[in-house]
Nanobody, 119 residues
Framework: QVQLVESGGGWVQPGGSLRLSCVGS????????MSWYRQAPGKERELVAY???????GRYADSVKDRFHISRDNAEGTSLEMNSLKPEDTAVYYC?????????????WGQGTQVVVSS
């Protein structure tokens, strides 16, 4: 059973930066696509970024492109560097994993970490 644990959320002023991390366990053989989603109050969960494999190219939502950077140091973890944060980035951020070589919608989710951008 895959388990994902996020960390690194918190409060930051507009224009600031945060780094989220996700550590996975229970992965079996094959490729896992790692992703980040977020859900703001009263809104649906939305894709933020994903990376198909270690060393691959990150794919981003238009709302975070050029501000956020997804990375994977290994096959079972991912990080999300968030810069130039805006109040509208406030949300619970979730790490996701999909056992696939191309599809990114997660089979497994972390518990989420809260990010608040406010002055």
């Amino acid at each position: 059973q895959v388990q994902l644990v996020e960390s690194g959320g918190g409060w930051v002023q507009p224009g600031g930066s945060l780094r989220l991390s996700c550590v996975g366990s229970g992965f079996t053989g094959g490729n896992y696509v790692m992703s980040w989603y977020r859900q703001a109050p009263g809104k649906e969960r939305e894709l933020v970024a994903y990376m198909v494999n270690v060393g691959g190219k990150g794919r981003y939502a238009d709302s975070v492109k050029d501000r956020f950077h997804i990375s994977r140091d290994n096959a079972e973890g991912t990080s999300l560097e968030m810069n130039s944060l805006k109040p509208e980035d406030t949300a619970v951020y979730y790490c996701g994993a999909r056992h696939s070589s191309f599809a990114y919608e997660p089979n497994w989710w972390g518990q989420g970490t809260q990010v608040v951008v406010s002055s």
